[in-house]
C-alpha cells in the first residue's frame, strides 16, 4: 500500500450538512441530473404534442398561442423551472464529466466496448448540442431575431416561413437527431440513476425510451419535412407580414 | 502456437512505462493466461532480463488477484472469465495480444501490469462493522433470512474484487464494486441497523479514492468475471437516496427518556 496521501472522504459529521454532502457526492449530483433531465424530457414531449396542433391550421395553432399568453402564471412558472433545470443538468453534467475524465489519467492503448450504446457514449456532444439548438431555436421562433420575416403572435406563419429558409430546417433535423441520442439513453438512464430497477419490468425501460424518443424526435421531424414538402402553406404570410410591417 | 505479445513495461510507480514486443513460442492451447507468460517469463529471466510483472495468486478464477486489460477487454475476450481461467485455445497461432495493467488514477501502478488496489480495501473499511454479540457463536438459523435474500445477498457476494469493473468502464467508476459491497450486507438481516451509515459511507470513500461516476454505459458488468448485475447500482443509488432523506442530521436527542 502506498503510505503517502490515503484519500479521505468527506467526514459524515453533523457539520456537513445532508444536502450539501448529496450534492458532492457521485450519487447526489446523478439524480440531480436525472432529475432535471426529467423535468426537461417532460416539457419536450409536451411541447411536441401542442406543436401537432399546427396540422389543424393556422387559427388553431395561433388560438393556442392566444391561451398560453393568457395565463402568464403558467407561462412564467414553466420558463422558471426549465431554465432552472437546464442550468442545474448543465452544472452536474460538467462536474461529473470533469470527474469522469480525470479517474482515467492515462488511457488504455486498445479497448473494445461490448455494452455501451453509441447514444450512451456520445451523451456530452449529444447535450451540447442541444443546448446550442435551445439557444438557436430560442432566437429563431421565441424572440425572432435570427427569423427572415417574423411576426409577434402569427406562430404558424413563422414556423412556416422559418422553415423555408436555406439553413434553418437543416439545424432543426440535425438538433433532432442529437435529442434522439441523449433522450433514448436518458430516458432508461434515469430510471437507473433513480434506482428504478426491478428484473421484472427493466426490459420495459428500454422498450419504453424507444417509444417515447420515436414519438418525439418523428412528431418534431415533420414539421420542416412538412414545409419542405410544400404539406404546410403559409396562406395568411403576405397579409400578416404586411399587417406587421406597417 | 506462436503469438506476439505487446506487453506494458514499467519499472515502477515513479518511472515511464512503454510497451514492449516479445514473442511468445510453442504455446499449448491447455495453458491459461497467466501460464503461457509464465513460459515467457522463463525465457526471460534465463536471458537475463526482469521478468514480466503480474498479479495471481489462487489461478482458479476465485481470489481476484489476478486482472490484466487483454486487447482492450478486462480478463481478455471470454465472458464471466477471470484472467488465470482464460485458456490459449482461445487465440490462433499468429496472433498479436496487447496486455495493459488496469488503467485508472485510484489504482496507481506498481510495477509492470501489478496495480495498487487498496482504495478498494478502503472502501469496503469505510462500510463499517455490523452490530453483533461477541462471544459464542450464534446458533445457526437463530435469524431466518428470506430465501430470496439470501440468494441476492450471495450474487453480490460473489464479488471478488479484482477491479475488472473499474478497468473497463469508460469513466474509470468504482460503483459495481461498492454497490455489491453495499449490497451484500445491506440485504441481510444482520446488516440492517447500519444500512445507511455503511452506504453513505462507502461511497464518500468511493469520491474520495477519485474513481469517476457512472453513466450507465454497463460495460462493468460485461467485465465482470463474476457477471456482478448492473442491478446492485440501481440498489445503492436507492439505498443512497433514503439514506440521506432518512438523516436526521443530529444525534440521538440527549432530551431523551431514559425509560
Ligand atoms: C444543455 C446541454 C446538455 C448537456 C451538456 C447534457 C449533458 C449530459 C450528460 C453528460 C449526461 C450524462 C450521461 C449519462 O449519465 O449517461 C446527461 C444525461 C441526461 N440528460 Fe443531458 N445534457 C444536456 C441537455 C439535456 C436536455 C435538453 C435534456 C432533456 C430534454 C437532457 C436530459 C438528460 C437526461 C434525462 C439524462 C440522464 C441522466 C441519468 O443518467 O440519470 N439533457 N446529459
Ligand atoms: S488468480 Fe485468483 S482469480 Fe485469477
Redesign the interface.
Known sequence: MSANAIPTPLRLNRTTGRTSSFLASSIGRKVVMALTGLVLFGYVVVHMLGNLQIYLGPAALNAYAVKLRAMPALLWGVRVLLFASAVLHVWAAVSLTRANVAARGIGYRERRNRESTYASRTMRWSGVILLLFIVYHLLHLTLGTVHPGFVPGDVYHNVVRGFQMGIAPFFYVLAMLALGLHMYHGVWSLMQTVGLSHPRYDRLRYAFAAFITALVVLGNLSFPIAVMTGLLKDRSSSRAATAARR | MNLTL?VWRQKN?AARGR?VTYPASDVSPDMSFLEMLDVVNEALIAGGEDPIAFDHDCREGICGTCGM?I???AHGPRRATTACQLHMRTYRDGDEI?I?PW????F?VVKDLVV?R??F??IVA?GGFITARTGSAPDGNAVPVPKAAADLAMDAAACIGCGACVA?C????A?LFTAAKVSHLGLLPQGQPERH?RV??M?????????????????C???CPKSIS??F?????????VA?LA?R???ASAEGGTG
Request: proline residues 5%; negative net charge; glycine residues 8%.
Open positions: 505487446h510507480a510497451f486489460m486487447d482492450g477487454q496487447t495493459e488503467r485508472a488514477d485510484a496507481p495498487d487498496s482504495a480495501d478502503r469505510a473497463a469508460p469513466n474509470a467508476s460503483m451509515t453513505r459511507g461511497v464518500a470513500q468511493m469520491d474520495a479514492e477519485g474513481f469517476g461516476t457512472c453513466t450507465n454505459h454497463f460495460e458488468e460485461a467485465a448492473v442491478r447500482i440501481a440498489r445503492m443509488n436507492r439505498d443512497y437516496l440521506t438523516d442530521g443530529e444525534p
